[in-house]
């Protein structure tokens, strides 16, 4: 226990005393998950707080077209601004001033009421002919198109999303259409509902709930455990060049002349760096509740999950620690650990899903996310942060991040063996 104890104090001496790198070690992950919340905190933003400004041409001037304005601006989505001409929608959408321009066609109202009024006839003519002989007419008139004008900025899942609501949109005004002229053909009183158009099929949103009160996941609280776990991982590379140095400088050799085993020697490292993991994490937490608030970002709420947090944020360090070690131990030089061990855990990070969800992957890339230590420790702290759950549910993850940290020390330690027998 004290030759854990002297090689533990040694290690937190060296990490002191490099003043640039406790700064790197614990100010860089401030500044990052700042910045990064700021930036993506209007994605998470309702669709009440947040519109989107159109450019609309009407060349139809009709009643379909002013019930397509009348839809659009009684969107929680859309702002909508009139533009005289197509061309002049379509510049200003290109120099990236609007996002979305809708052209709506000439005589759209008058060519749907037309081919509306032939099918009705038609249908209720082929009812009303006894031998069942006449065929339906297809109607001559041609499909209309509504433009959609994008930014070409504006990202593929955007553009789906508002194409879908569009496209429902004049569905159920087409659909409207129909009902209205079946009622004016079937009834005496044209003012007198006969179908009731409202839709008979809704969608209910049900999000999580903590008693009365509903959880909705915001910013905050999907980049605080990303960054928080990515800053954790990037431990590796302090902790790794340290090792290298003492390799090259000969304190590892002198170290070896001393009755203490590899194993005691990666203890010593082990402590500080989990330490250093866990300040990491607290430094996280202070900021999400106290910083975030003042700067209008939503506040980060850890009411009674803090003793979760922790115990998640012990074993993610763990295996960071285990992967900076083995790391450590196996470099020849600080040109080989540095940049290896910054691009690796930038990778285990995009396959974690710190960057983009594991879910709008692909499925390779879904399944290859599995074997990547950040996503087991990124699914415990969301399990914790947004689906209250307990230590039960927690511990697979947990688990595979010890034993991960075991494997890597194992190894660790083998190979020095391996290297060093005589």
Known sequence: MHK????????????IRDIGGLAILFLMPLFLVITITLVQNDT??????TKITILLVDNDQGDVSKNIQENLRNSPLFEVQLQST???????????DYQLGIVIPENLSKDLNSKVAENVEGILEKFGDEEDSLPLVKSKLKPKEIKLY???????????????GIDQMVSKIETQTIYKAFQEELMTDPSENFFDTEPFLIFKEIVPTEGKKTII??????NIPAWSL?????????????????KNQGTFVRLRTQPMSYATFLGGKTIVFLGVALVQFALMLLVGVYLFPLIGLPKLDVSGKLPMLFIVALFAGLAAVGLGLLLGTIAKSQEQSAPFGATFVVILAALGGVWVPVFAMPKFMQVLSNISPMNWGLEAFYDVFLRNVGITQVLPEIGLLLS???????????????????
């Open 4 to 15: 854990l104890w002297a090689s533990t104090y040694k290690e937190f001496l060296l990490l």
């Open 44 to 49: 998470f933003k309702t669709l009440k707080e």
């Open 86 to 96: 197509e061309a002049a929608a379509k510049a200003l959408i290109q120099k990236g």
């Open 150 to 164: 994008f930014d070409p900025a504006t990202q593929f899942a955007f553009r789906n999303s508002i194409k879908s």
């Open 217 to 222: 996941p915001n910013a905050t609280q999907h």
């Open 230 to 246: 990515f800053a954790i991982f990037f431990i590796i590379l302090p902790l790794s060049i340290n090792m290298v140095k003492e």
């Open 404 to 422: 991960f940290f075991i494997l890597t020390v194992l190894i660790s330690v083998v190979y020095n063996h391996r290297k060093n027998a005589v």
